[in-house]
């Protein structure tokens, strides 16, 4: 079984950046799609991006595409979310989850691993 712990969350203006990364063990991640999802309050869990064990296929939410790129590094067991351009309505708690199949999902329900989450503000 998989473990993933986020970080790299935080507090940021309109218009700035943050990386959030997502450290695995337990296992090796080279074998799992991972996924980025976020979930603001009062609202559903959301997709954001996901990504391929290898890293060569990407998918990406609409309102993300563009400002957000996914990437990993299985050398180092973790697997990265750059944000940039980032928006008051970027605000939320973003999880990582990870599937032990190659081609990367987007819906929550396919994801059996999650981390805890680490929490995004955006402020005007």
């Known amino acids: 079984q998989v473990q993933l712990v986020e970080s790299g969350g935080g507090l940021v203006q309109a218009g700035g950046s943050l990386r959030l990364s997502c450290a695995a063990s337990?296992?090796?991640?080279?074998?799992?799609?991972m996924g980025w999802f976020r979930q603001a309050p009062g609202k559903e869990r959301e997709f954001v991006a996901s990504?391929?064990?290898?890293?060569?296929?990407?998918y990406y939410g609409d309102s993300v595409k563009g400002r957000f790129s996914i990437s990993r590094d299985n050398a180092k067991n973790t697997v990265y979310l750059q944000m940039n351009s980032l928006k008051p309505e970027d605000t939320a708690i973003y999880y990582c989850?990870?599937?032990?199949?190659?081609?990367?999902?987007?819906?929550?329900?396919?994801?059996?691993?999650w981390g805890q989450g680490t929490q995004v503000t955006v402020s005007l």
């Open positions: 337990g296992r090796s991640l080279s074998s799992y799609a």
């Open positions: 990504i391929s064990w290898t890293g060569s296929e990407t």
């Open positions: 989850a990870a599937h032990p199949t190659v081609v990367p999902r987007r819906t929550t329900n396919d994801y059996p691993y």
